[in-house]
């Protein structure tokens, strides 16, 4: 559930020019540390295009490795270094996602959680801004809550 989430947040975000290396780079995903989807986020985008770029998926053990990437996924794994890997991602072009509580009140930009038993996400839209993301307004109003922004919620 959460891999396909993660392919519809890209088609929803613009990425400033410098994020790529010229027009025909693929859009990457990359996860730091263990693969918390076990192999189906490289199955679910194995062979997808956004906005006609390839899409890859990329594994990392630390967050320093993850040079190139557009979105970079922590897991609930990766706890401990959530803080850290915000900090040197903080400011490039890369929509980070994570999972663990308050992922998005920490300073990333999407943050899954469960209620109801149903997977939902929150969104920084400050922390976006700050990386020059710009989010939908579609995407925005899916979230369960927006964080910043100009209603300053």
């Not at 613009?14 to 025909?24: I, S």
């Not at 990437?69 to 890997?85: H, Y």
């Not at 920490?106 to 929150?122: N, T």
Request: glycine share 10%; proline share 4%.
């Amino acid at each position: 559930m959460k891999a396909a989430f993660l392919f519809h947040f890209a088609q929803f975000i613009d990425w400033p020019p410098e994020a790529f290396k010229d027009g025909g780079s693929a859009l990457t995903y990359c996860t730091v540390g263990d693969d918390p989807f076990h192999g189906a986020l490289d199955a679910s985008l194995n062979g997808k295009t956004i906005d006609s770029r390839p899409v890859r998926v990329l594994h990392f053990k630390q967050t320093q490795e993850a040079q190139g990437c557009q979105v970079v996924f922590l897991g609930t794994a990766e706890k401990k270094f959530i803080s850290a890997a915000l900090a040197k991602l903080r400011g490039t072009p890369v929509l980070s996602v994570g999972e663990s509580e308050n992922f998005a009140h920490e300073g990333g930009m999407i943050g899954f959680f469960l209620e109801d038993k149903k997977v939902r996400f929150e969104i920084n839209l400050d922390a976006a801004a700050h990386a020059k993301l710009k989010i939908s307004a579609r995407l925005l109003a899916l979230a369960k809550t927006v964080i910043g922004g100009p209603k300053g919620t």
